[in-house]
């Protein structure tokens, strides 16, 4: 495997990170930077898997423009419910505004990867997972901020299912690769098509 593509992550997402080392993919982190609101400003009217995917591609190649030779992964999460998207919340108390929103609603979370090389997106796909948000009472909201915030700044859906934000949910419909934040199987057979693993 001496002569497989060097790959590179261009995310600071822990949980990304943690998915790839724990599945033995051998990679680098460069976080991309990019404006999302730019991005999805030209993208009205799509539907929140279109809008994952073009941002997780404009990541990528936003770090592929600057490492040529190297294959360059980007991703990104959404989360939609009740027909409104959420981005990450910017304060703890935003945070409690979505929660009390989402609290007995269905939240969709569309994850999405993308693996670009210089100037050409080789591959790219979008998953879903549908989280049913159980009753939330204000003593547990309160509660649950004291814990997890402000990690879960960084969150879409102010939550980390490895964490207490899995007592949110009554049922989840979807793998736990895409809650996490990457559709992984999908990813991994990519590589693999790639040469970056094993066949």
């Given at each position: 495997?001496?002569?497989a ?23 680098e ?69 979505h ?93 693999r ?7």
């Open positions: 495997m001496t002569d593509p060097r790959l590179i992550l261009a995310s600071k997402s822990a949980s990304r990170r943690a998915m790839l080392d724990a599945a033995g993919v051998v990679y982190s460069i976080p991309a930077d990019i404006d999302e609101r730019a991005v999805e400003a030209g993208l009205e009217g799509a539907d929140p898997a279109e809008v994952a995917e073009a941002l997780a591609v404009a990541k990528a190649a936003a770090v592929a423009v600057l490492h040529r030779e190297a294959l360059v992964l980007g991703s990104d999460s959404l989360v939609v419910c009740a027909g409104r998207r959420f981005d990450k919340p910017r304060s703890r108390d935003e945070a409690g505004e929660l009390r929103f989402f609290s007995g609603q269905l939240m969709e979370l569309h994850s999405a990867a993308a693996l670009v090389r210089g100037d050409g997106c080789e591959w790219s796909h979008a998953s879903i997972a549908r989280l049913h948000v159980r009753d939330l009472s204000e003593d547990f909201i309160e509660h649950y901020l004291t814990l997890e915030w402000p990690a879960i700044g960084h969150t879409v859906g102010a939550f980390r299912i490895e964490g207490p934000g899995v007592q949110l949910f009554e049922r989840i419909e979807g793998d736990q690769f895409t809650v996490l934040g990457m559709p992984l199987l999908p990813l991994l057979g990519a590589l098509e790639e040469g970056v693993l094993l066949a």
